[in-house]
């Protein structure tokens, strides 16, 4: 019988201390996702990207962005999710507090 299953990856996080003004790594993606949640917890926003050189992202102190990739796809029933080793950066300035990085998959095979 077929399961529809979520499973998280490991939490990806960078302290904001080591923000210098350039995109610094927070890690790859070791799944593709479904969903994704960027947690600024630190006292600086944050421009987030997916190639370390464009901004694509914004998030506020102190927030959390939610991306549920599959919400609004269409056509209904096609898969959309961020792809397995998308590199996720961020850029702020020097700070205090942390940015993590959540993810949940559908594995294959339930």
Same mark, same amino acid.
């Given at each position: 019988?077929?399961?529809?299953?979520?499973?998280?990856?490991?939490?990806?996080?960078?302290?904001?201390? *080591? &923000?210098?003004?350039?995109?610094?790594?927070? $890690?790859?993606?070791? #799944?593709?996702?479904?969903?994704?949640? /960027?947690?600024?917890?630190?006292?600086?926003?944050?421009?987030?990207?997916?190639?370390?050189?464009?901004?694509?992202?914004?998030?506020?102190?102190?927030?959390?962005?939610?991306? *549920? &990739?599959?919400?609004?796809?269409?056509?209904? $029933?096609?898969?959309? #999710?961020?792809?397995?080793?998308?590199? /996720?950066?961020?850029?702020?300035?020097?700070?205090?507090?942390?940015?993590?990085?959540?993810?949940?998959?559908?594995?294959?095979?339930?």
């Amino acid at each position: 019988m077929a399961q529809n299953n979520i499973k998280a990856i490991e939490l990806l996080s960078i302290d904001s201390a *080591s &923000f210098d003004g350039s995109y610094m790594l927070v $890690g790859k993606l070791s #799944n593709s996702l479904s969903i994704m949640r /960027i947690i600024n917890n630190s006292d600086s926003d944050i421009l987030v990207s997916y190639d370390g050189e464009n901004d694509h992202d914004v998030v506020q102190t102190m927030t959390t962005m939610q991306i *549920s &990739f599959q919400q609004n796809n269409k056509p209904n $029933g096609n898969v959309a #999710n961020l792809a397995a080793n998308t590199p /996720i950066y961020v850029l702020g300035t020097t700070g205090q507090g942390e940015v993590y990085i959540a993810g949940y998959y559908s594995p294959v095979g339930g």
